[in-house]
């Protein structure tokens, strides 16, 4: 886009809106991380039980714990790669926000009186 023809208030605004959204999807993907990591942990004490015999070791058993596993592992990778990129985009656009308010005319208001 060219700076010239673009409103720095209302383009502000859409980033700052942006910048809203891409926090909460941030803030998602953390909470994410931390379940596939629960998961993980949790599949692998499972396996660590069924293998030392604390646990009866049966057909299901197993399969949760292995699905855990790596149901996890693919989980925290691919929610790995969308908080990057989405750290991305946020870091993009809060760089935007900060030009965009370099190029707005501040006025000086003056010093301020205080009524007591």
């Known amino acids: 886009m060219d700076d010239s023809t673009v409103d720095p208030h209302s383009e502000i605004e859409r ?8 926090s909460a999807k941030l803030e ?27 646990i009866i070791a049966n ?3 197993m399969t949760g714990a292995v699905a855990a596993v790596l149901g996890g592992i693919v989980l925290l990778g691919s929610n790995a790669s969308t908080a990057q990129n989405t750290a991305d985009q946020l870091a993009a656009a809060e760089a935007r926000r900060a030009e965009l308010i370099g190029t707005i005319e501040l006025r000086d208001v003056g010093p301020s009186r205080m009524l007591h």
């Open 15 to 22: 980033l700052e809106e942006s910048i809203e959204q891409l």
């Open 28 to 54: 998602n993907c953390r909470k994410l991380g931390l379940a596939a990591r629960i998961a993980i942990a949790l599949g692998g004490a499972l396996l660590i039980a069924i293998i030392f015999g604390a």
């Open 59 to 61: 057909s299901t058993a």
